[in-house]
């Protein structure tokens, strides 16, 4: 698993600072494709998605299809939100945009590439720009505010080194 080892920024949350994790894995994109894109499935790799669920009557991702995620965190506590697909290139690209298209409180992606007879599979995150839960903490503290998002930011790379571990795990398992 390659981590990207993220570093010390002193980023602020209006800097949308990001964070990207990828691994290689012994399967074709296709399979990998089918685990990425199965939003259902995410939270079980999750210790922070409790569940997600897709809206108005779509199974599945297109450009502009909505989904609620239910969250939990030990210090931000349990929050939903409503996701809307803004990339979606199937086998290849997969991202959302957390509350807002225009002003989201995240945006999350998942890209995968053929490489050496598997996939090189990555996850993105951005913080911001829209306010979110971690602005709160902020406004509360801003002094605070570059150790607030970057304690964020590192929980996102474990939280998405986990999921992708997860990933090749089930897809390595099955070969």
Known sequence: MEVSGMEWTGALYADTPTVEVETWIDAPPEKVWALVSDIEMMPTLSAELQSVEWLDGVTEPAVGHRFIGRSKHESLGEWQTTSY??????????????????QPTAIWRFRLEPKDAGTQLSQWAQLGPGRSGLSFAIDRMPEKEQKIVYVRLKEFEQGMTQNLAGIKQRLEASE
Do not use: T
């Open 85 to 102: 697909v803004v990339e979606y290139e199937p086998g290849r690209v997969f991202a959302w945009a957390v509350e807002d298209p225009d």
